[in-house]
């Protein structure tokens, strides 16, 4: 169980289990939309999600890709692919306790920026090895 939500608190959401899987996304479009060189996200199923307070907005970011954000405060909060709207990720960092989950691999290390080294030895590929189960990317 776990939950979080944006920087203002205007939207906050619920977690239940443990996520499927965990990454450091390093594609173009989460860079954009998050404006950092990174984004760690977290993948659950989405019967184990709920928004649990306020509502966010959401913009369809790619073909395989709705993001969800604080309207207020704009803090990234949520992906889900509409092709496969069984899974939810999650942005770790909006978690109350972000140091409950950490990340398993790196993702879309084709788009890394090279400004950015981060020396851990977790499994890096190119785009990522969930593409076709939607991840974002």
């Known amino acids: 169980m776990a ?7 205007a939207v906050r959401y619920h977690l239940e289990g443990q996520p499927l899987e965990t990454n450091y ?3 173009r479009i989460c860079q954009r939309a998050a404006g950092a ?5 977290g993948r659950w199923p989405v019967e184990g999600f709920a928004w649990s ?3 966010p907005a959401r913009f369809t970011s790619s073909a395989r890709g709705e993001r969800s954000f604080c309207p207020n405060c704009g803090t990234p ?3 889900v692919d509409p092709g496969d709207p069984t ?4 942005t770790l960092a909006s978690l109350d306790e972000p140091v409950a989950f950490a990340p398993d691999s790196h993702a879309w290390t084709m788009s890394r920026l090279p400004w ?3 020396g851990d030895r ?4 190119a785009s990522t090895q969930f593409a076709e189960e939607g991840s974002p990317g």
């Open 37 to 41: 060189p990174v984004v760690a996200w």
């Open 87 to 90: 899974f939810v990720d999650v």
């Open 77 to 79: 909060l949520a992906f």
């Open 53 to 55: 307070g306020g509502e």
């Open 3 to 9: 939950d979080g939500g944006c920087l203002c608190g």
């Open 122 to 125: 977790l499994p890096r590929y």
């Open 116 to 118: 950015l080294e981060l």
């Open 25 to 27: 996304c390093h594609c």
